[in-house]
């Protein structure tokens, strides 16, 4: 028979074992099934409510770390551009511009792998031709 606690203690715990211990999605539905002997379904709504806790707890970290970064770029440029360090002061501005999202996206090719394209290979395709009906020369059959 599943231990009787609380609903609001047994999600109270969950955010304690997530955001404090660390503990995975897996380990927190194992603890609520296997140790308290939940139900997987009623395991997967306590989770769920659990997750919009740590969604709240973990964007105030996020916010806090992003507001002292901002505060320890801005110090460093200061002392850079102080010291009339130009290529250091504008790595540091470089830094903040990224981690303040005014960049543009970076470009990732991703037909290649990711990986840098050295060469690109242009067929021409005659009238009724299939592309890649080609014989092991890259030369076009006709």
């Keep these: 028979m599943p231990k009787q606690i609380k609903t609001e203690d047994l999600i109270n715990s969950i955010v ?6 660390g503990a995975s999605n897996k380990t927190i539905l194992d ?27 973990w964007d105030k970290q ?45 470009k990732i090719d991703i037909t290649s792998g990711g990986d840098k394209i050295t060469e690109i290979k242009i067929i021409e395709v005659k009238n009724g031709e299939k592309p890649g009906d080609e014989n092991n020369d890259g030369v076009q059959s006709n």
Excluded: C, H, W
Excluded at 16 to 21: D, E, H, I, R, S
Excluded at 35 to 40: A, C, F, T
Excluded at 74 to 79: A, P, Q, V
């Design 16 to 21: 304690q074992m997530k955001v404090q211990k």
């Design 31 to 57: 603890f609520l099934q296997n140790d308290l002997e939940y139900g997987q379904t009623y395991a997967y709504q306590m989770l769920k409510e659990a997750r919009k806790r740590i969604q709240v707890i």
């Design 62 to 106: 996020t916010e806090g770390a992003l507001e002292e970064s901002k505060a320890q770029l801005e110090e460093m440029y200061e002392k850079a551009f102080g010291r009339k360090d130009y290529k250091l002061a504008l790595e540091v501005r470089k830094e903040m511009n990224k981690m303040l999202g005014l960049n543009s996206p970076e």
